[in-house]
């Protein structure tokens, strides 16, 4: 139930050609407490609930549970949601032995792409793609859980 995971900004669009799957995710947020998140996701035509426990020193690991909700349910409950919303589509990108989740954001996060690879250790090897910018593991700013309170488009410096 921990998450290894980095995080990364795009530079370029080339992902897309090599993209397994693309999927959209629409998500809202129960609790954006710092020590815990609450997810509802839409993704596709399924529901999910998540927790999020608080990041460790590095921001790469942290605890997460996730279990498949009844999708009317997921719809219910995001208009309970707080204030912001996560409109995204995810595209699925193999390189190397690895999986990286592509997120190209719209509405007021529209302009903002980021990759995340899930590892299965902080230190573990991993192919970088072209396409890979900047990482932004472990900065709030680009929790999706932030995203929904604090959009891209009222970013200062971008």
């Known amino acids: 139930m921990i998450e290894i995971e980095r995080k990364f900004l795009v530079v370029s669009e080339d992902y897309k050609t090599n993209a397994n799957t693309k999927t959209r995710i629409v998500q809202g947020f129960l609790n954006t407490n710092p020590e815990r998140t ?14 999020k426990g608080k990041g460790n020193k590095t921001g790469v690991s942290r605890f997460e549970w996730e279990k498949e ?3 009317t349910e997921a719809e219910q409950l995001l208009k ?12 699925e990108v ?4 690895h999986v990286f989740e592509v997120d190209e954001f719209f509405g007021d996060n529209k302009g903002l792409i ?8 902080e230190d573990e090897i991993f192919k970088k793609p072209e396409w890979l ?7 709030t700013k680009y929790y999706n859980s932030q995203l929904s309170k604090v959009p891209f488009k009222n970013w200062v410096e971008k």
């Not at 609450?38 to 927790?51: A, S």
């Open 38 to 51: 609450v997810r509802i996701r839409i993704k596709g035509d399924k529901g999910f609930i998540t927790v």
């Open 69 to 71: 909700i009844d999708l």
């Open 80 to 91: 309970i949601a707080e204030p912001g919303s996560i409109d995204k589509i995810r595209y």
């Open 94 to 97: 193999k390189v190397g032995n």
């Open 114 to 121: 980021i990759a995340e690879v899930e590892l299965s250790s």
């Open 133 to 139: 910018g900047q990482e932004v593991s472990g900065i």
